[in-house]
């Protein structure tokens, strides 16, 4: 328990008080006593400011020791001591090892400055200046004498921390505290360093830089941060573990499949003797080993990767593939050993650059491998960040929550304060409000509005506004309030009134937007009309907003005005604006022009949901303040360490990584590049620029560099992410907090429509004055007539749905009412169907009467149509109040006919409507049938599945094709007979009302216009869309819709959000355009596609000049910033960081327009790339995430708390993989009778047998580990036989489980498991031998055994850690599969589009023999890596090829009629940024299962709920006890059971004293019933719950359903009375015995006697306790 704080005064600590604390001590060492969960109060922490309940705060207190006022330190011998500003600091009273007395005047003289507030600021001073010299490469001439002045400043810290705190004097000390003791190794290091002979320099500037954390204890914030995340890194502990071993196992795999693989390369092979080269790979004298004679793709640094596999890619013609060189990549991306497979698999699993490593794999081993590369870098990767961002998320919201506590709970006199300062600022602004009156009372009421608007925008920022000096507000009151005239007033308020007039606010709305169209319309090349057009609206809109501003100024005044923070926003725009102009032409200020954007947020006052979100994110940014010092600061560390580690290795070994030997791109030399270094790795981009350090610098320190930056780095920012989805996690749409501008456009545009809407009504009844009457007249009488007894408000509540929601049941219509009015939301699951259509329902054969009688029953089930009367129909739609009154309208006007007509006339009518409703009615049972439904999803499958073989060789296989015309046909037909079902089935009406059906209808009309498409040749392009079949896949299957729901449920009202993030993309596009319009032409060499040196080619003139040259050309970046949708684009790649470097290159090199860019001649514009990333991605990223979560949980608690994406027999399932989960144990085989096998049973169920498998397991795997490509031949030979070892000790195990337990054996799915690994491994040891190891790999047994390591993973078997954290995903399971069948149909339908759009593409970039269109299967490849969202830049450059320069448009393409080899860069474009977004929305919905479902689980250990399995394990236990089935145990057993529970029910012995507690019932017999023993220890685990009683009266009723043979029976008494019972005889029995002994003393003659009696009551009690020990052991004593 936390010790909360006595309000006391506080008192100087003095050695009497020193003496009391040692008494108090020796005291409580001499009584026993339980107060050790006495608590530390936070409030009271080092370094917090002391609460005003301890009172003020006299001179003589300050900087002088005090007593503690923690009690839990009441007992540490410990003092504290205040500054002036009331912080706390503690020191230890203790004399140990060099720490003086408390009383001393040195010790005293030293804690003064030590706590002195200038004390501090200069330690913190000195080190900013510091780090300030660190970040310098040559220091300047006072460079040396700051630094020693600098060591001098720490030295004397440190010696005023040692005498005022001791050294090692308790947990206050000077080592008492971790900061301490690093700060004190560095300056003894740096002073050793400084006054030694050695030459340890290079050593010295590492570890100075050490000193920078030094920023850390000086900000409590920061250090109370730091121990925050130490703890989040606690419990992610158990996370980081089952990385490792996933880690270790996947890059085992990686060895033993694609081992060596990556050495493979087409080497040139001379074409004499070929027959015997092509055996002999070193031995033949034409053999050449130079990488010259590599075969070398276009642009590519590493040779071409070559394998022996079919599907593998194949050399050209006169080269060979043969295993030679080293690895791709600098020699760094290979399998060869567990270190670089390892290294492989962390960077799959980080996603940094995994296409690079995914093309190199399935060139050398085949497109087979394609599902290693699912496996890790989607799934895995995929879980692991779940697993992380869960953990992190539960963490942070658990110190939210205790925050938000602690906030609850502070004390009284703190409210009382700012009630007090509330009322101050009430009483400020009425004195302003009286003070106005006075001035003038004609401006009273609009006095009042503006100060009421004044109140608003206070409260608004009153948190962030400081208080001003009063004098201040009197002068601002005396100048700025302006009434001087009676005829300003009066122009005041006419301005007023125009100002703030509704039509007033929406023509400033319209301007906004009109402006930001304006700033989007800017492009580059531009004409000049256009551009004058522009600088001419720009000019309007400056106008227009400083007009705004005068006015609203005048109108305001000036005090009132720049009260609202809106306003002050405003008038920076204007001041921007005005500027703009008269600065715009000179030179080096042309940054107003880019200051523009910021009227983009001027949106904001008029747009709540912007509004909100901003508030949020400012709110958001001060909580987690610390947070983002933190990373700075870990972010500047990094540098600095990176830059004195590596930076003059990157100078003196530059060479090997340039062939100019000059510095690359990203280096460490310098403090601005080494920040860029530390960023990108960050940004999750470090492989490449870690395949350079570890040329320049080497291996080992590379890696731990980069390890320590990525695993840290990456901790913060995962805490940061994770506070800002839990801010905007908790967004609320803020319609009803919008302000007044808002209101204000919301009541013009409703003026608008009013006013059209009364001149379209004006109109229409000039023209239908007298129908409209006599309709109305009709209509009147009609409803007098016949709803006499229902008037409309009646009918009003007999709608859609019942507006009673307090009953359950009726709540669950309404859910399924809302979800069916919704497009593509309304789905007919299995049993569900659509009704027959009222406006074709047969009405014929009703009379007035039955007519009358139906629409009179106005019971709770509503006004059901005519069409529930099919017995086909299961689903009644109700009627609204219009529809009631047409039906009834329709109904007369009918039987009126009717009864005009004769008799032969209406049997004719009858026997047509019979005839017509059977036709109908056998339409509907054949649609509804199971076996139709079939039928319909396997043709849905075919004709989707058809699309696959349309390939580019489509056309040299007639016979595929043939059939497929065919199909196509047969499928047309059969969908279109199935939609003419539905139409005379449930009618058009009912049929359209459907989304999933008119899905349908469109897959039909594209079945249609695909047929009509190949009729005829001008209308072939209709074919194209023969993708859009697969869109009937949606419909037909339940898993899918459900996905689609809930999609559209948890995106659809995020809407606002997405316009939000979308105004954030385009402020920086339009700034984009701004900074680099027509700045990314360059002129190349079209020859090798390097760009001239700016002292070859200055500009495009010259360029243009030197184009005698046909290879020459001045050619733009394909991705740029001419106009604002290749900004988005742009940002898009960066966004996505594909591409995003040659997008940042051709930035940083931008000179001017037309202008030949240089190498880094702009750098600083790095810092638009910085800014993107942070505010347009990272925050963005949050908000987006946090109000998808936010509109997930208001769904899934509608739907009562289950999972949103899985179906109701899903949910069955889900149940019972929750309860295989949770419980593992199985019937254990029975004990053989045989001696010799009961032995056999023993040993093999024996712990240490199973601890014995598993330690074999791991060795197996160490022993893979130890293996690698270039390994000798008795490595090879001793591996080959510890293999065979261990397929001798598995086999050996098989074979004893198989004696222990017979058949037994194979009912357990681990034992077949094991048995399939111990036959497959004797396979695979023996078949290499018969068929040579050609055909099977040697690692063949290795992955078989490996695959045992599974076990570790089992409950009970491996840590249970392992299974806690496997428990999400195995959950999440049915979620997630139905997800994954979402992303492959999205896949599919993209690969289709795909192969139709770019399967003749030119292969180039991301294009390759591996990855293009040509088939489904290569699609599939490049469709993955985009899933990814890796390696689309590529893709996408080649698809960008549409010119002739580029491509060749008369291209043959053998095999087919397709000419040309150019791509389309529109349908590119949109194909991949349609793709990414939907991908996006999809795999963001996946982490939140995963998540969601990982918070369930820990919320439910927390909240101490019981669950279905807690239950079923009680009987399971209970069936021990009471193995005949009487619901009853003896008394004395109670205390076992309640020890032989399992945990959250289980009561550890000793638990008698708890079990009497309870007061259970006890019957005759001292019995106990079953019912009574679970309803006290559910009530025990619960607690006192609101819900308890519900739950137990639950738990009654279904033990009674359970067992309806229950035996009644009367109590006799309880435990606690029975121990009462006991209690008592035993004080009689004692006061009894005190008597007589009395007695005895009086009467000595008696001796004898009173010696029998003593016997006899000896025996009696003897007699008593062997009753009571008789009794249940729960009645014996505490």
Known sequence: MMASPELKGLAPFSRKSLELIKQHIAKKHSEENEEGDVKPNPDLDVGRKLPLTYGTLSGGMVSEPLEDVDPYYYNKKTFMVLNKNRTIFRFNATSIFCTLSPFSTIRGTTIKVLVHPLFQLSILIGV??????????????????????????????????????????????????????????????????RFSPLNLTYMLQIIRTLRILKIIPLNQGLKSLVGILIHYLKKLTGAIALTLFFLSIFSLIGMGLFMGNLKHKCLWWPQENENETLYNRTGNLHYTEETENFYYLEGEVDALLCGNRTDASQCPEGYVCVKAGKNPDHGSSNFDNFGWAFLALFRLMAQDYPEALYHQILYASGKIYMIFFVVVTFWFAFYMASLFLGIIFMAYEEDKRTASEKTEIEPKFQQTIRALQDGNEVAENKSTQIEMKKRSPASVSTSVDMLEESTFGHKELKNSRKKCPL??????????????????????????????????????????????????????????????????????????????????????????????????????????????????????????????????????????????????LRNSLRALKDGILLLFTFVFFSTVFGMKLFGERYKECVCHVDKDCQLPRWHMHDFFHSYLFVFRILCGEWIETLWECMEVVGQSSCICFYMMVILIGNLLILYLFVGFVSSFHSYKDATTEENNEAINVQLAVTRIKKGINYVLLTILCRKQNAPKKTVDHVNDTYVKENASDHTLSELSNIQDFPRDKGKSSDTEKNTMTENESQSLIPSPSVSETVPIASGESDIENLDNKEFMSKLGHGDSKGKIKQSSSSECSTVDIALSEEEIVDEHEKSKHLITDRRRSSPSQMSKEHKKGKIWQNIRKTCCKIVENSWFKCFIGLVTLLSTGALAFEDIYIDQRKTIKILLEYADMIFTYIFILEMLLKWMAYGFKAYFSNGWYRLDFMVVIVFCLSLIGKTREDLK?????????????????????????????????????????????????????????????????????????????????????????????????????????????????????????????????????????????????????????????????????????????????????????????????????????????????????????????????????????????????????????????????ALHWVNSAFVVLYTVECILKLIAFHCYYFTTVWNILDFMVVIFSITGLFLPMTVGYYLVSPSLVQLILLSRVIHILRLGKGPKVFHDLMLPLMLSLPALLNISLLIFLVMFIYAIFGMYNFAYVKKEAGINDVSNFETFGSSMICLFQVTIFAGWDGLLSAIFNGKWSDCDPDKINPGTQVRGDCGNPSVGIFYFVSYIFIIWLIIVNMYIVVITEFLSIVSKKKTRSLSEDDFRKFFQ?????????????????????????????????????????????????????????????????????????????????????????????EPITTTLKRKQETVSATIIQRAYKNYRLRQNDKNTSDISIMDDNQDVQTTKEGVCLDKAKEKPAIQSQI
């Open 1021 to 1277: 392009p209709l074919t194209s869309i023969k993708f859009l079949r697969a869109l009937r896949v949606l419909s037909q299957f339940e898993r899918m819709k459900v996905v689609v729901r809930t999609l559209i449920k948890t995106t659809l009202p995020a809407l606002s959000v997405f316009l939000v993030c979308f105004m954030i993309w385009l402020s920086f596009s339009i700034m984009g355009v701004h900074l680099f319009a027509g700045k990314f032409y360059a002129c190349i060499d079209q020859l090798n596609g390097e760009r001239f040196s700016m002292s070859e080619v200055l500009n495009r003139s010259q360029c243009e000049s030197l184009m005698y040259n046909e290879s020459l050309s001045w050619k733009n970046a394909q991705l740029n910033f001419d106009n604002v949708g290749n900004g988005f684009l742009a940002l898009l790649q960066v966004a996505t960081f594909n591409g995003w470097t040659d997008i940042v290159y051709s930035a940083i090199d931008s000179v001017g327009v037309e202008m030949q860019p240089h190498f880094e001649s702009n750098l600083y514009m790095y810092f638009y790339f910085i800014n993107f990333v942070i505010f347009g991605l990272f925050l963005p990223l949050s908000m987006l995430i946090g109000v998808i979560i936010t509109n997930f949980n208001k769904h899934k608690i509608k739907q009562g708390g289950s999972n949103m994406f899985i179906t109701a027999k899903q949910k069955k399932q889900y149940r019972g993989l929750k309860r295989l989960m949770y419980d593992d144990s199985q019937k254990p085989a029975p004990h053989p009778g045989n001696k010799f096998q009961g032995f056999i049973f023993d040993l093999v169920t024996n712990q240490v047998f199973n601890v014995s498998i598993m330690v074999l397991i791991c060795c197996q795997a160490i022993a893979m580990m130890i293996e690698n490509d270039e390994q000798s031949l008795q490595v090879d030979t």
């Open 128 to 193: 900013l200046t510091d780090c300030i010299l660190m970040t310098m490469i040559n220091l300047p001439e006072w460079g040396p004498t700051a630094e020693h002045t600098l060591l001098g400043i720490y030295t004397f810290e440190i010696l005023v921390k040692i005498i005022a705190r001791g050294i090692l004097a308790g947990p206050f000390s000077f080592f008492g505290d971790p900061w301490n003791g690093l700060d004190f190794s560095v300056t003894l290091f740096e002073v050793v360093t």
């Open 471 to 616: 004098c201040w507000y009197r002068t601002a009151k005396t100048f700025l309030i302006w009434d001087c005239s009676p005829y300003w007033l009066k122009l005041k308020d006419f301005v007023h009134r125009i100002i703030m007039d509704p039509f007033t606010d929406l023509f400033l709305t319209i301007c906004i937007i009109l402006n930001i169209f304006i700033l989007a319309m800017e492009h580059y090349p531009m004409s000049e009309d256009t551009w004058s057009l522009l600088n001419i609206g720009n000019m309007i809109f400056v106008g227009i907003f400083t007009a705004e501003m005068i006015l609203k100024i005048i109108a305001m005044h000036p005090y009132q005005y720049f009260q609202v923070g809106w306003n002050i926003f405003d008038s920076i725009i204007v001041f921007l604006g005005v500027a703009e102009f008269y600065l715009t032409n000179i030179e080096g200020l042309g940054l107003f022009r880019h200051l523009r954007i910021l009227r983009i947020f001027k949106l904001g006052k008029y747009w709540p949901t912007f509004r909100r979100l901003m508030l949020t």
């Open 1517 to 1609: 236990v209970w069936e021990r006890f009471d193995p005949d089935r009487t619901q009853y145990i003896d008394s004395s057993k109670l205390s076992d059971f309640a020890a032989a529970l399992d945990p959250p029910l289980f009561m550890a012995k000793p638990n008698k004293g708890q079990l009497v507690a309870m007061d259970l019932p006890m019957a005759v017999g001292d019995r106990i019933h079953c019912l009574d023993i679970l309803l006290a220890f559910t009530k025990r685990v619960v607690g006192k719950d609101t819900g308890m009683e519900k739950i137990l009266s639950e738990i009654e009723s279904a033990f009674v359903l359970a067992n309806p043979f229950k035996i009644t029976y």
